[in-house]
């Protein structure tokens, strides 16, 4: 099975921080990663899927880019309504695991 | 517009059995894959199972191999979950979620608690 690791589990930033989340897969995935938003007490949401394409409807603050093994989620200027917790999965194969996710704060 | 809605969840004691149910509306349920993810409480995300578009392909995390099952009756459409041999770590809310044709959920439903305990 496929591991995926997220780096880091937390972390706190400034409104207007550049953020960087990193997920590395345990075996090359290709470009089949989406990442989620999880906000307090909500149910997660699709930010980007195929590695770097944003969901429609989704701030173009946010990016994602990487291939094979190592991705990033990037957050160019960090927004108060971005707290939440950030979940890379693989969609290469089952089963479909879930990074451990990263805990975004604001300082 | 995409709906999911879980039903079923609630507390029963270990190795009790439940069957979750999800309704979808506001799509071509018949098309597409299906997912139950789960969530215990204060942790992450977990992939709990798969289910094709004609169910001729499902899946299941190791963790609930051979105690839970997948279905679906595109009919109703309807996904469901049977879950026998309950234990106290499969306490988490349950999200039932629609899956592209490249693997990842597009749209979620709301959850449901599911508590095991005595």
């Known amino acids: 099975d496929i591991q995926m690791t997220q780096s880091p589990s937390s972390l706190s930033a400034s409104v207007g921080d550049r953020v960087t989340i990193t997920c590395r897969a345990s075996q090359g995935i290709t470009n089949y990663l989406a990442w989620y938003q999880q906000k307090p007490g909500k149910v997660p949401k699709l930010l980007i899927y195929a590695a770097s394409t944003l969901q429609s409807g989704v701030p173009s603050r946010f990016s994602g880019s990487g291939s094979g093994t190592v991705f990033t989620l990037t957050i160019s200027s960090l927004q108060p309504e971005d707290v939440a917790t950030y979940y890379c999965?693989?969609?290469?194969?089952?089963?479909?695991?879930f990074g451990q996710g990263t805990k975004v704060e604001i300082k | 517009e995409v709906q999911l809605v879980e039903s079923g969840g609630g507390l029963v004691g270990p190795g009790g059995s439940l069957r979750l149910s999800c309704a979808a509306s506001g799509f071509t349920f018949s098309t597409y894959s299906m997912n139950w993810v789960r969530q215990a409480p204060g942790k992450g995300l977990e992939w709990v199972s798969s289910i094709s578009s004609s169910s001729s392909y499902i899946y299941y995390a190791d963790s609930v191999k051979g105690r839970f099952t997948i279905s679906r009756d595109n009919a109703k459409n309807s996904l469901y979950l049977q879950m026998n041999s309950l234990r106290a770590e499969d306490t988490a809310v349950y999200y039932c979620?629609?899956?592209?044709?490249?693997?990842?959920?597009?749209?979620w439903g709301q959850g449901i608690l599911v508590t095991v305990s005595s």
């Open positions: 999965q693989e969609c290469n194969s089952a089963p479909r695991t």
């Open positions: 979620a629609r899956s592209h044709s490249s693997g990842w959920n597009d749209y």
